[in-house]
């Protein structure tokens, strides 16, 4: 079964989250129910990005080189420059 890293934006407010799972339809509604502490005060949530992997340490691994490069870098405000301009269309 394939893992993922994925991206979440936050529909309140635009922040971004990511994480990995291996359930992802499942991950994105404990986000919207609330389930998840650090997201519970700002859903709903949608999925902007996932990447598929073959192992978890290959999933974990990308998602700790997002936080990585949102911290390094404001990836926050390119990912979500992006996102809105194809959500234009």
Same mark, same amino acid.
């Given at each position: !079964?394939?893992?993922?890293?994925?991206v979440?934006?936050?529909?309140?407010?635009?922040?971004?989250?990511?994480?990995?799972?291996?359930? !992802?339809?499942? /991950?994105?509604? $404990?986000?919207?129910?609330?389930?998840?502490?650090?997201? $519970?005060?700002?859903?709903?949530?949608? !999925?902007?990005?996932?990447?598929?992997?073959? $192992? /978890? =340490?290959?999933?974990?691994?990308?998602?700790?080189?997002?936080?990585? =490069?949102?911290?390094?870098?404001?990836?926050?405000? $390119?990912?979500?420059q /992006?996102?809105? =301009?194809?959500?234009?269309?």
């Amino acid at each position: !079964m394939p893992f993922y890293s994925y991206v979440l934006r936050s529909l309140k407010n635009g922040v971004l989250y990511n994480g990995s799972t291996q359930d !992802m339809e499942r /991950r994105l509604i $404990t986000h919207n129910k609330g389930l998840v502490t650090y997201s $519970t005060k700002t859903t709903p949530w949608e !999925m902007v990005l996932f990447e598929q992997f073959e $192992t /978890r =340490a290959e999933a974990i691994q990308r998602e700790n080189g997002i936080k990585l =490069a949102q911290e390094e870098t404001g990836l926050n405000n $390119t990912l979500n420059q /992006r996102i809105n =301009a194809l959500s234009v269309y």
